[in-house]
């Protein structure tokens, strides 16, 4: 990797676009780069299967969140995607049977009816901004099957205040004295607003629901203060929307993109739901649909990058790590390493259909090890049915000669609008 005068640079270069960044220094470096920070500790970018699996799976006990989530943390605080140790443990003891594989089928007819209900709205040969159609969507069906909560109202309002979170959480991982602490990000300019948006719409749920069923629980169990059940709740809205969205707007660029891809889905859809609306067993019938939304997280996987700090010195496959370094094992290089991933920047859904050739973790968009996503099952049978629901009455065409600007901070997506026309098939 780069020596200590070279990093600052690549160091200036991460905070204003860690993506494009990461993937200039594994182009440059390779796939293991140490690159030095402060005085005497690094930061690691792993990008082989074989790295996640030592990070995330074999050796996770000697792994943390990284420092990088600390602006994140001190928004989410103790919620799920960012406690550690024994409050974490809790917390995804009471939350994880709803999202358990049978229980989850349940959800099923309240994300179909949303997504039929949101492409009814759509006027026909409009274009319109599929990002934030679809984060609507989303956000309104985990309103719905969670909390009881009618939220799709809020959708407009929520994703500005996670656009301004998002930036501040690169900008504020740079920061020097860079904290958890929620305070310091309330008198940030612009995101103060967007804290209290999302403080109000949290504080809305845990009153005014007419019971969702995970709300309950967390209720009732008994085991959450107050803060931290609006720590949950908050958890589970953001990360339970955003990145299903962006999954999904990725899906409709790329089908637009490559329309043989799209007649076969379409064909798929066309046969299995005979002009009727799927249900929660149709899945198991739509592999093609299920292949592209697979393809798709492998090139623009929401959740890009995965980050731990070293408690301990480890050795991850042959890449010496002292105790204190941050490592990074992204999905979205692990996903394009041409060590494993043939034409890696080729879009090819069949590589997901039938018998998987590529080793365990080159392919992890919901990440791995006890930390795994907790929603992964709802957000693939949510996608999958969001997409035939969608493609079974109506086509989206990008809108031509639009470049579609990305965008990865937190998640990757599309920056901005995403203008897409939509007509009724
Ligand atoms: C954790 C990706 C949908 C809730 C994670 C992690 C990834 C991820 C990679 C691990 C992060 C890490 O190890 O640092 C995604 C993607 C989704 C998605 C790509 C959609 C396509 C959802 C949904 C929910 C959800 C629908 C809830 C309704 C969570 C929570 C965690 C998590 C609570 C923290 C789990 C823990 O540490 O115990 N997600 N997720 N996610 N996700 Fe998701």
């Known amino acids: 990797g780069p020596g200590p005068v070279e990093a600052v640079r690549w160091w200036g270069r991460m905070a204003r676009s860690p993506l494009d960044t990461y993937g200039a220094l594994a182009r440059r470096y390779g796939d293991a780069v140490r690159v030095p920070f402060g005085r005497n500790r690094a930061f690691f970018l792993l990008s082989r299967p074989e790295h996640a699996e030592r990070v995330l799976v074999a050796n996770q006990d000697n792994y943390v969140k990284a420092f990088t989530y600390r602006p994140l943390r001190a928004v989410l605080g103790d919620g799920l995607l960012t406690s550690e140790g024994g409050t974490w443990r809790q917390h995804r003891r009471v939350v994880q049977p709803v999202f ?83 305070g310091v990000y309330q008198r940030v300019p612009g995101l103060g607003g967007a804290l209290v948006h999302l403080d109000g719409m949290v504080q809305r749920v845990v009153k005014g629901s007419s019971g969702g069923e995970l709300l309950n629980l967390l209720k009732e169990s008994g085991r959450f203060s107050e803060t931290e059940l609006r720590d949950e709740v908050l958890t589970l809205l953001l990360a339970g929307h955003e990145t299903t ?64 700090d070293a408690l301990e010195d480890d050795e991850v496959a042959g890449v010496r790590v002292p105790a204190g370094s941050t490592v990074a094992v992204p999905p979205y290089l692990i996903h394009r390493n041409a060590e494993v991933w043939p034409n890696p920047e080729g879009f090819q859904p069949e590589r997901f259909m039938g018998e998987q050739k590529h080793p365990r973790y080159a392919y992890l968009p919901f990440g791995g090890g006890r930390r795994i996503c907790v929603g992964a099952g709802f957000a693939m049978l949510e996608a999958t049915l969001v997409l035939a629901t969608i493609a079974r009455t109506h086509r989206l065409d990008l809108v031509p000669g639009v470049t579609v600007p990305v965008r990865a901070e937190i998640t990757f997506r599309p920056a901005g609008a995403l203008p897409m026309r939509v007509v009724r098939r």
Do not use: C
């Open 100 to 182: 358990a594989q049978r229980h989850v089928v349940g959800f099923a007819s309240q994300m179909v009816d949303t997504a039929a209900k949101t492409a009814e709205r759509w006027p026909d040969g409009v274009a319109l901004d599929a990002a934030g159609e679809l984060r609507r969507l989303t956000l309104g069906i985990v309103g719905r099957a969670l909390f009881g909560s009618e939220l799709e109202g809020e959708a407009e309002k929520t994703g500005r205040a996670l656009e301004a979170l998002q930036r501040a959480a690169v900008v504020g991982t740079f920061l020097p004295g860079a904290t958890a602490k929620r």
């Open 245 to 308: 969205a962006a999954s999904l707007a990725w899906t409709f660029m790329l089908l637009s993109k490559y329309p043989a891809a799209r007649d076969r889905l379409e064909d798929e859809v066309d046969e299995v739901l005979q002009g009727r609306e799927p249900k929660a067993e149709d899945v198991d019938r739509l592999p093609w649909t299920k292949a592209v939304l697979s393809e798709a997280m492998r090139l623009y996987p929401p959740a890009w990058t995965i980050e731990r």
